[in-house]
C-alpha cells in the first residue's frame, strides 16, 4: 500500500511540476511577446484632416457676364499685333497666377506683360473673328507669341484648328494704379527644364550672382522653372537682369507679376 500511496505521490509530484513549467513557460512567452505600439504616424493622419480644406476650390476665373464690345471702357489702352496660340490640358483644372482656377471653356487668356485682369479684343487677322477674353494667367513662354487664348477663345476666333494664328490684340487695362502700365511688379522666369537638378543648380548658381534677389525653382506642367524675383521689382530692374543672363537652350522672359 506504501508502494501505491508512493507511487501516486510520485505522479502528483510530476503533474505538479508540469503545471509550474506550463505556467512559467507561457508567462515567459507573453513576456516576449509584448512589444509597445508605435508611434502615431501624423502623415497617415493628415488625410484625415485634408477633406474639409481640399473640398474647397477657388472660385473659377469668369467674368460674371459676357463683355460685348460696346461696354469697352473707351480707348484701348495697348495695341499689338503678333501671333497667338491657345492651352489646354495638361493646365486644366490648374491654378493660374491670378490664383483661380483656369477653366479652358471660360472667355481667357495668359499674356506675359498686361496686368492680370485686364480686358482683351482678339482679332484672328486671317478670318477677321473676334473675342473678348480677360487676362488671368502667364504666357506663352515662346518668343513672338503675345498671348495664349483659352481653349474655348481660340475656337471662337478659329486660331484652334491652325494652332498658331496673327492676331491683333487690342488692351483695356485697370485705371492707373499701381497696376495700371507702365507699372506693376516684374520678374525674370528661365526654363522649362526636363530635369529637376538642372533647375536647381541654375537656381543655385544664380542666387550666388543675384544675392539681393529671391531666386525660386518650381514645378509647371511643362518642366521646371527658375525664377528670379528682382530687390526691387520695376521693369527697369527686371529687364537689366535678362538682358545679362546668357544660357543655351533656356531663354530668360521678362513678365509681371501683378
Not at 10 to 18: G, K, R
Not at 71 to 81: F, H, M, N, Q, R
Not at 98 to 120: E, K
Not at 237 to 253: G, K, N
Amino acid at each position: 500500500m506504501r508502494g501505491r500511496l508512493h507511487g501516486r505521490l510520485h505522479l502528483y509530484e510530476i503533474a505538479a511540476l508540469l503545471c509550474a513549467l506550463a505556467l512559467f513557460g507561457c508567462h515567459k512567452q507573453n513576456t516576449r511577446a509584448y512589444s509597445p505600439p508605435p508611434p502615431p504616424d501624423l502623415s497617415d493622419e493628415e488625410p484625415a484632416r485634408a477633406p474639409a480644406r481640399a473640398a474647397v476650390k477657388p472660385p473659377i476665373a469668369r467674368p460674371a457676364a459676357p463683355v460685348t464690345p460696346e461696354a469697352l471702357p473707351g480707348k484701348p489702352s495697348v495695341i499689338e499685333v503678333g501671333l497667338a496660340s491657345w492651352y489646354g490640358p495638361p493646365y486644366a483644372g490648374r491654378k493660374g497666377a491670378d490664383g483661380s482656377v483656369y477653366d479652358q471653356n471660360a472667355m481667357t487668356a495668359a499674356n506675359l506683360t498686361l496686368p492680370l485682369g485686364s480686358i482683351v479684343r482678339v482679332t484672328n487677322l486671317a478670318n477677321e473673328q473676334a473675342v473678348i477674353v480677360r487676362i488671368t494667367d502667364r504666357g506663352p513662354f515662346v518668343r513672338g507669341r503675345i498671348i495664349d487664348l483659352s481653349l474655348a477663345a481660340a475656337k471662337a476666333t478659329g486660331v484652334y484648328r491652325a494652332g498658331v494664328a496673327k492676331v491683333r490684340i487690342e488692351a483695356y487695362t485697370p485705371p492707373p494704379g499701381p497696376n495700371s502700365i507702365p507699372g506693376g511688379r516684374w520678374c525674370v522666369q528661365i526654363g522649362a527644364f526636363y530635369n529637376p537638378e538642372d533647375a536647381i543648380q541654375l537656381k543655385n548658381d544664380l542666387s550666388r550672382r543675384y544675392a539681393s534677389a529671391k531666386v525660386i525653382e518650381f514645378e509647371g506642367p511643362t518642366g521646371y522653372w527658375v525664377r528670379i524675383n528682382p530687390k526691387f521689382a520695376d521693369k527697369a530692374s527686371a529687364t537689366q537682369i535678362a538682358e545679362s543672363i546668357h544660357i543655351p537652350d533656356a531663354e530668360p522672359f521678362l513678365t509681371r507679376t501683378d
